[in-house]
């Protein structure tokens, strides 16, 4: 399928802006010069919503692993020295036997309650993503007021997103703590490798996909099935960047793996700015996305197609519309003309014959 066959497929419209500025083409620096100019702000609007909705999350990411890892092997039956494996007093434990009851508690506990912390979490971007969204356009926005506006008009579709990634986080991360538990104890197979590739590739994809979606509910008013569908199609377009974006937030929960200062210093990052900076970046960077293919398909298909901005350079803005704007412009082409078909072949409505006003010309007397 070719990319006007594709960007036929996207649903367009107006978005929420209301302020008419221009959509920012260095998305990355917009975003940074947006954090510069509002940092006090934002860090009180992450703050309230790690606190209210991510704080169990933040918990169970970097905490929760290092508490239980500490207990099993250093606090409980299993006590060892390095990887000899002496326990003590006077027990011979394997590290094998030690990471099996550890991987227990993970199967029993810790997954379930993870999976079941990610609900509020995803659900209260709502409100983060609702503020972002303004202070990328340039609009006043006011911390604590947004945010709960926010929550109240995007509530329903970031709910239903937040229960199905949170299903689908938990079918993910039970394969591959099962993959994980096996490397540990040494019984890891070619079956499970595979597994734990594919769980990977699904998650990236996923959480790219989201990339899209999460800023669609806040700029947009399309319904859910339109908006999960523009956002495959956006990422079926610019894969490249969304599987770069998801790949370097995913990354950053995944440095609590490092070890136990790290894992203090992330997530008190998380807990001060984190959130905020990652809905602004995908704010920021999806907005682009938004401009450049659904924006321009609804102002191109009512004939108005988005004229060159001023301060642009005009040799990187052809080599940009020759590599993509020129099936942006066919599609558009293609929605004007399907657009004045559909008026020429609608009935035309009789128009009703105007009475006649008789006046007269006789002289008063």
Not at 151 to 169: C, D, H, N, Q, T
Not at 183 to 195: D, E, P, Q, R, Y
Not at 227 to 237: D, E, P, V
Request: proline content about 3%; charged content about 15%.
């Amino acid at each position: 399928m070719s990319r006007v066959d594709l960007l036929l497929k996207l649903t367009v419209d107006r978005d929420r802006r209301t302020n008419k500025g221009e959509v920012e083409q260095h998305s990355v620096k917009h975003a940074f010069s947006v954090f510069s100019e509002n940092l006090s702000k934002m860090l009180l609007m992450n703050l309230l919503y790690a606190f209210i909705f991510a704080l169990p999350f933040i918990f169970c990411i970097f905490v929760w692993p290092m508490l239980a890892k500490n207990y099993f092997f250093a606090a409980g039956d299993y006590n060892f020295i390095g990887q000899v494996g002496i326990g003590y007093p006077g027990v011979v434990n394997t590290m094998a036997e030690g990471y099996k009851i550890l991987f227990e508690h993970y199967f029993h506990v810790y997954i379930p309650v993870l999976s079941a912390s990610i609900v509020p979490m995803v659900f209260g971007l709502s409100g983060l993503f609702h503020c972002m969204r303004g202070y990328m356009w340039g609009e006043n926005v006011r911390p604590v007021k947004s945010f709960f506006r926010g929550i109240k008009r995007l509530w329903k579709p970031f709910l239903i997103v937040a229960f199905a990634f949170g299903a689908f986080m938990c079918g993910v991360l039970y394969g591959a703590f099962w993959h994980i538990s096996l490397l540990k104890t040494g019984a890891a197979t070619g079956g499970s490798w595979t597994l734990f590739v594919f769980l990977i590739l699904f998650t990236w994809v996923a959480v790219s996909i989201l990339y899209f979606l999460l800023p669609i509910f806040a700029c947009y008013r399309f319904s859910l099935k339109d908006s999960l569908k523009n956002s495959c199609i956006l990422f079926l377009l610019l894969w490249p960047t969304a599987l770069f974006t998801a790949a370097f937030s995913i990354g950053l929960f995944l440095l609590s793996a490092a070890g136990s200062i790290l894992n203090f210093i992330v997530g008190i990052l998380f807990l001060g700015l984190g959130f905020a900076f990652l809905a602004g970046l995908w704010t920021s960077c999806a907005q682009k996305a938004f401009g450049n293919f659904i924006l321009r398909q609804f102002e191109g298909g009512a004939g108005q197609m988005m004229e060159t901005r001023r301060g642009v350079n005009p040799y990187k803005e052809a080599k940009k519309k020759a590599q993509e704007g020129s099936a942006v412009a066919l599609a558009a082409r293609a929605r004007a003309e399907d657009a004045s078909a559909g008026k020429e072949d609608a009935p035309q409505e009789k128009k009703k014959k105007q009475p006649t006003k008789h006046i007269s010309y006789k002289r008063k007397k």
